[in-house]
């Protein structure tokens, strides 16, 4: 196993890694960092986002998954999987985002705010109703 400061150093590294576009590169980190605690949510979750980006819904709703398994109130995971199930037309997508925006009210994180504005945001989209004939006289 590694300390909690030597996984939040290579966390850092991995997500360097994905802002200057080394996907692989990053994937490996998390993919080590699991490896070595695959008790530890974080790098399920962005190896998740990672996977949203590079457009591999199935592995990404798995890491996701795993994660929320290991810790249920994770924001990150929570927000992403969210998204991601609305993206597949899956309505339980609203209820991770909304859990998400819950579990961090101040919206200290990037996740947590995305979530809850893509909550106001769906709010606020009317509902699909029938539309009404009206009878012309």
Do not use: W
């Not at 996984?7 to 998390?30: C, E, M, N, P, W």
């Not at 996740?111 to 945001?121: D, E, F, K, N, Y």
């Amino acid at each position: 196993g590694i300390t909690e400061e030597q996984a939040l150093r290579y966390l850092k590294v991995g997500l360097d890694l994905i802002q200057t576009d080394h996907f692989d590169d990053a994937a490996s980190v998390f993919e080590a960092l699991i490896a070595m605690n695959p008790q530890d949510p974080d790098p399920h979750a962005f190896l998740g986002g990672l996977h949203v980006q590079l457009e591999r819904p199935e592995q990404a709703m798995a890491c996701y998954d795993t994660c929320l398994k290991l810790s249920p109130k994770h924001v990150l995971a929570l927000a992403g999987r969210g998204e991601l199930r609305l993206k597949q037309g899956d309505q339980a997508g609203l209820d991770d985002l909304k859990r998400a925006a819950e579990l961090d009210p101040m919206g200290r994180s990037p996740a947590g705010r995305r979530a809850a504005s893509l909550v106001r945001t769906l709010r606020l989209k009317p509902a699909q109703a029938p539309r009404r004939r009206t009878a012309s006289r």
